[in-house]
């Protein structure tokens, strides 16, 4: 069956950096594309960054682009989300999905605060 296990959240402070990974398995992974998520308290779930299957071409949303770079490595059935200078309206659970598939992972928080 379809698993998607989120890694990497935290507590960091406004500026910092973290690096989030989501193991994928249950389905072939290099078919599909990868989206990453954000649901933040009181708000709903929006679209951070996504990476395609093919030529691995990049989508940003427009408030992380330029500090968040989303990357995969097929081999490990792997999506990653580096995210650099990251400020406190970042705060929000993270959760990583395959383009195609309803499955949604546990989510991972990240929590930006001094």
């Known amino acids: 069956q379809v698993q998607l296990v989120e890694s990497g959240g935290g507590l960091v402070q406004p500026g910092g950096s973290l690096r989030l990974s989501c193991a994928a398995s249950?389905?072939?992974?290099?078919?599909?594309?990868m989206n990453w998520y954000r649901q933040a308290p009181g708000k709903e779930r929006e679209l951070v960054a996504g990476?395609?299957?093919?030529?691995?071409?990049?989508n940003y949303a427009d408030s992380v682009k330029g500090r968040f770079t989303i990357s995969r490595d097929d081999a490990k059935n792997t999506v990653y989300l580096q995210m650099n200078n990251l400020k406190a309206e970042d705060t929000a659970v993270y959760y990583c999905?395959?383009?195609?598939?309803?499955?949604w992972g546990q989510g991972t928080q990240v929590t930006v605060s001094s």
């Open positions: 999905k395959a383009s195609r598939i309803q499955y």
């Open positions: 249950g389905f072939t992974f290099s078919s599909y594309a």
């Open positions: 990476i395609t299957r093919i030529g691995h071409s990049t």
